[in-house]
């Protein structure tokens, strides 16, 4: 995927003009000026997607004037040395009190049930706008479909905003923690948007970065149960579409990974909004279960932190308690090029159980790491790391393949969005809640010196039990793993650091796991492998360290009485036909999903939002049966709304490690292997998604649409698919798989 460090200049010289060369055409099909068809019909790529053999064209072609094989550019690190900068904590959204009696950004209103469709004079540069033409200034579909589900039960006490935006300095930045806790960093001093804070490193451009506010680092909301929020998402990206440094689309749609509440609030990829629009995403922050279990509020452990040390019970099912969530863009066809670009923020959630305060002992709060210096929520102790890769030219600008229809890889790690950084710890427990933020990139995490971890989670949720390991298994994207390191291993000025083991050579699936030796020799054919992020012991605790990893974490909810109302099967692979012609709704990508049906075998179809695949029932639960196509690659399957439990991978339970026994939302198939999986369908209703996390794949086009049909208004059967413009969203009637 990369060249050599010792290419010689020429064959720099020669990739890098080849990359240059096909911008254009990178940049026109990212912006819709061109199709898939056209690239076919113009012999620039192959019926599988994969960029033709050209010379000039291809940088992996073998040279005209050499004999080795070549890779793309490495980026260029301007003379800077790895483990020189501090990483830098997420940047905490401030939360706003009082929702309907604030002024909210850009003179909007206060948030309301349905859209608000108040209109405003239309940017003429936005796409099929002509002057003088006017639009809703809320880009949520209208009307009762797509009004917020259970408003007035759930009226928002908390407003989270944010723009989405071009690149800028952070003039506010807010860690949580003071700098001691946050590796020297004065959060008064201006962050630049660069990868590197020396000035040779340069900023990148307003049109190749678009991240929450504009600002580095990645965004974290704090959110609790039984705490309803308002987010508000303002698009403020260029109204023109070929303003985007040659790859990301204008138009967003913002998903709350797995956040359990009704789709119209759930990022649906048909559901995007376009610049100058906002969105007000409801989150009611409700447990599973929340109409049917514990509804009389009575058990301690399906509970929230009161302010003042105490509970607040909530509803629900307290086994379903989640943690560690994410938010980012799910708009169609571009959702890798745009999350990419830094379209990716951090969400925690507390409870009764996981409440971030690691010193009160009320027989229900874990007491996991974190702090004790306010009632919850402390970060002192409890950090978020982003992992994603990235690329860049000999300018410093972020550069992203559209062609790589395997899957993009960076060559460049980066954490919390700074290359290969250093934090300060201090000699006691920590807990690191880990993202996997990539395109298509796997991690398989190591210390640096073989010594154990604990593993407490797994995407949004605490497993039943913790499991002590020297290394991780593969994490797929959109994976989250929450671990504890207990630094009493070491001893102060100690220098240890995380390793990632898994080696690519494509983005398809992790081509060798590499001991931990062979990752730290340096000689591994891709830079993704080795060092990324040192801890640095500075000094004992500044304060007891009051923490504990219990032996039991949260059990997973016993689903044994409720009868089986129906198995599906999906099978996930290439090869994908599209029956429609709809310019909207129908990708037109080679990957797909296969659904098979008692009335239907299936065939591998490529993704349209306009059409249904699968329809369960509301208040039923269904086993899933989802299916690897092939044996060359892997795919990280998200299924959004709902975690399920794995009942079996590859035909047995024993095959399910400890680390994925608790309840998950992204289930990595393996190569040519099968994950069983049982899940309900409760709470709310409307429409969803199911697709890879390798968000090249989801783009072009695994990914699919289901509905929770529950057969009552406001929910008509089915559903009218959304179909946005800048002038305001009309609907269209969804076609149904036979069978779903």
């Known amino acids: ?29 990212s912006i819709g000026q061109i199709s898939r068809r056209d690239l076919l019909k113009w012999g620039l790529i192959s019926a599988g997607g994969a960029l033709a053999w050209k010379h000039g064209l291809n940088p992996f072609v073998r040279s005209a004037y050499a004999s080795i094989p070549t890779g793309s550019p490495l980026s ?29 950004w850009f003179g909007k209103p206060v948030p309301q049930a349905e859209a608000n469709v108040t209109q405003q004079l239309l940017d003429p540069a936005l796409p099929g706008v002509n002057p003088g033409e006017t639009g809703p200034i809320e880009g949520r579909p209208p009307g009762p479909i797509w009004a917020h589900q259970r408003w007035n039960e759930f009226l928002p006490v908390i407003a989270i905003e944010a723009t989405q935006e071009g690149a800028k300095v952070n003039n506010s930045y807010d860690p949580g923690v003071t700098s001691m806790h946050n590796s020297g960093i004065n959060a008064a001093n201006p962050i630049r948007p660069a990868f590197h804070p020396h000035p040779n490193f340069p900023d990148q451009a307003p049109n190749t970065f678009w991240t929450f506010n504009g600002t580095l680092p990645p965004k974290l909301a704090l959110a609790r149960y039984g705490e309803p929020i308002l987010f508000r998402h303002h698009n403020r990206l260029p109204a023109n579409i070929a ?40 989150w009611p922050i409700v447990l599973g279960g929340h109409f049917s279990e514990n509804t009389a509020a009575t058990d301690p452990r399906a509970g929230a932190p009161d302010g003042s040390g105490g509970i607040n019970k909530v509803p629900g099912d307290w086994r379903e308690t989640m943690s560690s969530h994410w938010f980012h863009d799910h708009m ?68 992203f393949d559209i062609f790589d229809r395997d899957g993009f890889l960076g060559d460049v790690i980066t954490v919390n969005l700074v290359w290969k950084p250093f934090f300060q710890v201090e000699r006691r427990k920590y807990r690191f809640r880990i993202l996997n933020g990539s395109v298509a990139r796997f991690y ?86 080795g060092k990324f992020l040192e801890f640095h012991i500075v000094r004992e605790p500044s304060q007891p360290d009051l923490s504990q990893v219990p032996d039991v974490l949260i059990p997973n909810p016993d689903l044994s009485a409720i009868p089986v109302a129906r198995e599906r099967e ?14 909207v709704t129908a990708s037109e990508g080679e990957w797909g999903i296969r659904s098979r049906t008692p009335q239907d075998s299936g065939d591998m179809l490529a993704a349209n939002f306009g059409r ?114 800048p002038q305001g969203v009309v609907f269209q009637n969804p076609t149904i798989l036979p069978g779903a």
């Not at 690190?77 to 929702?99: C, H, I, S």
């Open 1 to 29: 995927m990369w060249l050599s460090k010792k290419a010689s200049k020429a064959r720099v010289r020669e990739a890098e003009n080849a990359r240059r060369n096909r911008q254009e055409i990178i940049k026109a099909r």
């Open 76 to 104: 260029p690190l301007f003379g800077q040395l790895p483990f020189t900068q501090p990483m830098p904590r997420a940047d905490l959204l401030p939360r706003y009190t009082d929702p309907f009696n604030r002024q909210w």
């Open 243 to 282: 303003h985007n440094n040659g790859f990301g689309r204008h138009t967003i749609s913002t998903h709350e990974h797995n956040g359990h509440h009704g789709a119209e609030n759930d990022g649906f990829t048909g559901a995007y909004f376009f610049p100058n629009q906002y969105y007000d995403y409801h």
């Open 332 to 399: 169609f066809e571009h959702t890798a090029e745009n999350v990419y670009k830094g379209n990716a923020a951090l969400f925690n959630i507390y409870s009764a159980l996981d409440r971030g305060n690691e010193a009160i002992d009320d027989d229900v709060n874990l007491r996991l790491p974190s702090g004790t210096g306010k009632d919850w929520g402390n970060l002192e102790y409890d950090v978020n790391l982003m992992l994603a890769d990235k690329a860049w030219d000999q300018d410093g600008q972020m550069v």
């Open 444 to 529: 398989k995490l190591s210390l640096s010196d073989g010594k154990p971890f604990t593993i407490i989670g797994n995407d949004g949720n605490l497993l039943p039990a913790p499991v002590v390991v020297t290394k991780t298994d593969h994490i797929g994207v959109a994976e989250r793993l929450d671990i504890v390191i207990d630094f009493t291993q070491w001893n102060v000025n100690d220098r240890i650091y995380f390793v990632n083991l898994a080696e690519h050579e494509d983005g398809r699936e992790v081509a060798n796991n590499l001991s931990l030796s062979a990752a730290l020799s340096g000689s591994s054919i891709d830079p993704g492998v």
């Open 570 to 583: 999906f099978e996930f692979g290439r090869g994908a036909d599209q029956p429609s012609n709809d310019p």
């Open 612 to 725: 249904i695949d699968a329809m369960p029932a509301f208040g039923t639960r269904e086993i899933w049966h989802l299916k690897n196509g092939g044996g060359g690659w892997d795919h990280p399957i998200h299924i959004h709304f709902e975690e399920g439990q794995i009942l079996k991978r590859d035909g047995s339970l024993s095959n399910v490690p400890a680390w994925e026994r608790g309840r998950k939302d992204v289930y990595r198939l393996r190569p040519g292997g099968d994950v069983t999986i049982t899940m309900q369908f409760r709470d709310w209703g409307g429409m969803f998604m199911e697709h890879c996390h390798n968000t090249t794949h989801e783009d072009h086009a695994m990914l699919m649409r289901w509905e929770i049909n529950d057969g009552g208004a406001p929910f008509l059967r089915p559903l009218p698919t959304p179909i946005p413009r």
